[in-house]
């Protein structure tokens, strides 16, 4: 489909740990990612729907640690710059709890000693099943 506009958010994502569990199951895991990553948006604007589709994105898992470290330098100011050409905020921890009152919560105690998903024995809980499926199966 041809659009008249297509827009390019430019996504930094900084080194970080999540844990998650799922409702109604014993089932938690955790996730660590130590290293900086980038992810390009992609949407296009559709006038017979006058909303903003996503078309696709672009990630790069695994920058070179020359790049990582220029990220981490100058990653943060080149996001503020790009959203202030256009009189836009970045979209972080700030924006998102003056925009929605939402304030980051801290990760539950002991979340150090649940197991990664990816190293312990999770996937011999699910075998040869993908985490997302998992997931969107507990989600239901």
């Known amino acids: 489909m041809p659009y008249p506009?297509?827009?390019v958010v430019h996504v930094l994502l900084p080194p970080r740990h999540f844990a998650a569990m799922a409702e109604s199951t014993e089932d938690r895991f955790r996730l660590s990612d130590p290293k900086w990553n980038y992810r390009?948006?992609?949407y296009g604007y559709d006038p017979a729907l006058r909303e903003w589709l996503l078309i696709g994105t672009f990630w790069y898992p695994s920058l070179p640690?020359?790049?990582?470290?220029?990220l981490r330098a100058e990653g943060?100011?080149?996001l503020k710059s790009l959203a202030a050409r256009h009189g836009l905020p970045v979209w972080d921890g700030s924006w998102l709890e003056a925009f929605t009152g939402l304030?980051?919560?801290?990760?539950?105690?002991?979340?150090?000693?649940?197991?990664d998903f990816r190293t312990s024995g999770f996937p011999a809980k699910?075998?040869?099943?993908?985490?997302?499926?998992?997931?969107a199966e507990?989600?239901?």
């Open 40 to 42: 390009e948006e992609f």
């Open 5 to 7: 506009a297509i827009c």
């Open 76 to 78: 943060y100011p080149e």
């Open 103 to 115: 304030k980051p919560k801290p990760l539950p105690e002991g979340w150090r000693n649940w197991p």
């Open 126 to 135: 699910y075998p040869g099943r993908p985490i997302s499926e998992v997931i």
């Open 65 to 70: 640690p020359e790049i990582q470290e220029k």
């Open 138 to 140: 507990w989600s239901r």
